[in-house]
């Protein structure tokens, strides 16, 4: 992949739909495997931006990943810096600081351990029994944000 096109893989109209269901089942309080809707401020329009997102802890620490790479919600986020998480009436606000590459092998790794059965196909052949170097070198096309929940 070239280092002036980042890696995007945009959502065929069933996956746009999809995440529109499973972002309404959200606010509505039901999380699919702990699925949960992000808001984050939009950086052009100011407005708040909703996408369903698969929060993943590793290590005590909690981390959003990006499996189709650097989408607008990546690119609102760096922006911003934080946003906020709902699922059904608890929304909680977070800010977010985005890993350098180095970073990101094991919460990858986790992440597609959990997560793969959705998410493989974003990864372009890579998945949680791939080796180290193969994880390391998708990283670089898949942004990840270590995020710390406000109060």
Do not use: C
């Not at 407005?47 to 981390?63: C, D, F, K, S, W």
């Not at 372009?124 to 080796?131: L, Q, Y």
């Amino acid at each position: 992949m070239s280092s002036s096109s980042p890696y995007y893989l945009k959502g065929s109209p069933l996956n746009v739909r999809f995440n529109s269901v499973i972002g309404w089942l959200a606010r509505r309080g039901l999380s699919i495997a702990g699925t949960a809707e992000m808001s984050v401020r939009g950086r052009k329009s100011g407005r708040m931006q909703r996408i369903p997102v698969n929060p993943h802890t590793y290590e005590g620490a909690q981390y959003l990943v990006s499996a189709r790479g650097h989408s607008q919600w990546v690119r609102n986020m760096r922006v911003a810096g934080g946003g906020e998480l709902r699922v059904g009436r608890k929304v909680r606000t977070f800010s977010a600081v985005e890993l350098p590459d180095a970073e990101k092998l094991p919460i990858l790794r986790t992440y597609l351990e959990k997560w793969g059965w959705e998410v493989n196909q974003y990864f372009n052949g890579v998945t949680a029994r791939s080796t180290d170097e193969e994880i390391a070198a998708a990283a670089q096309d898949h942004p990840v944000f270590r995020i710390t929940v406000d109060g």
